[in-house]
T-cell receptor, first 120, second 117 residues
Framework: ETGVTQTPRHLVMGMTNKKSLKCEQHLGHNAMYWYKQSAKKPLELMFVYNFKEQTENNSVPSRFSPECPNSSHLFLHLHTLQPEDSALYLC???????????????????FGEGSWLTVV | AQKVTQAQTEISVVEKEDVTLDCVYETRDTTYYLFWYKQPPSGELVFLIRRNSFDEQNEISGRYSWNFQKSTSSFNFTITASQVVDSAVYFCALSDPDQTGANNLFFGTGTRLTVIP
């Protein structure tokens, strides 16, 4: 069983809808991430949060709005999306955002199962 | 710029065969980290291994082994005696602490491995 859970697993929404993706991690980590996986494209980092503070926004359009109320929960609010935004959205977490240690699992990133989003 | 290339889009092998998944990376930094993740049909990315750029020792974990060659910028992954449960998409990834942050992973496009019973 994964330590990072995402809901819903599947979402179909119209271009004028507002919906949210939810992520929860049960690993005691402090950093959380949103990644986007589109067909035939490499996974792309979208946002990074460390101790609830956003530390990275990888030039993501404003129709994607993240929210991190605490270190265990991360949301991705979706508004007026486009069909090309259809993808698998993966949440991830790690102990911190520093360099992974060679002595222990360090800051290795652990992923959830993803939320399959289809925009119609 | 950082880049990860997985030239093999899809590979099919018969059960019990050995298979090697190739990964070639590009980075200007001397300190970096390399990763392999497995993505089964459920979608979750499962962490397999992390290596840092200063440790070129090859690693073996059960049926899995990794060959890190800095001279050719490669970090290949071999599955010995493949099993049907190994069928998945495998991603190689690079992080570059000095340029973009230790946990900004640059992923390859993945290799879909199908193990035929």
């Amino acid at each position: 069983e994964t330590g990072v859970t995402q809901t819903p697993r599947h979402l179909v929404m119209g271009m004028t809808n507002k919906k949210s993706l939810k992520c929860e991690q049960h690993l005691g980590h402090n950093a959380m991430y949103w990644y986007k996986q589109s067909a035939k494209k490499p996974l792309e980092l979208m946002f990074v949060y460390n101790f609830k503070e956003q530390t990275e926004n990888n030039s993501v359009p404003s129709r994607f709005s993240p929210e991190c109320p605490n270190s265990s929960h991360l949301f991705l609010h979706l508004h007026t999306l486009q069909p090309e935004d259809s993808a698998l959205y993966l949440c991830a977490s790690s102990r911190g955002t520093g360099a992974p240690s060679t002595l222990n699992s360090g800051n290795t990133i652990y992923f959830g199962e993803g939320s399959w989003l289809t925009v119609v | 710029a950082q880049k990860v290339t997985q030239a093999q889009t899809e590979i099919s092998v018969v059960e019990k065969e050995d298979v090697t998944l190739d990964c070639v990376y590009e980075t200007r930094d001397t300190t970096y980290y390399l990763f392999w993740y497995k993505q089964p049909p459920s979608g979750e990315l499962v962490f397999l291994i992390r290596r840092n750029s200063f440790d070129e020792q090859n690693e073996i974990s059960g049926r899995y082994s990794w060959n890190f060659q800095k001279s050719t910028s490669s970090f290949n992954f071999t599955i010995t005696a493949s099993q049907v449960v190994d069928s998945a998409v495998y991603f190689c990834a690079l992080s570059d602490p000095d340029q973009t942050g230790a946990n900004n992973l640059f992923f390859g496009t993945g290799t879909r491995l199908t193990v035929i019973p």
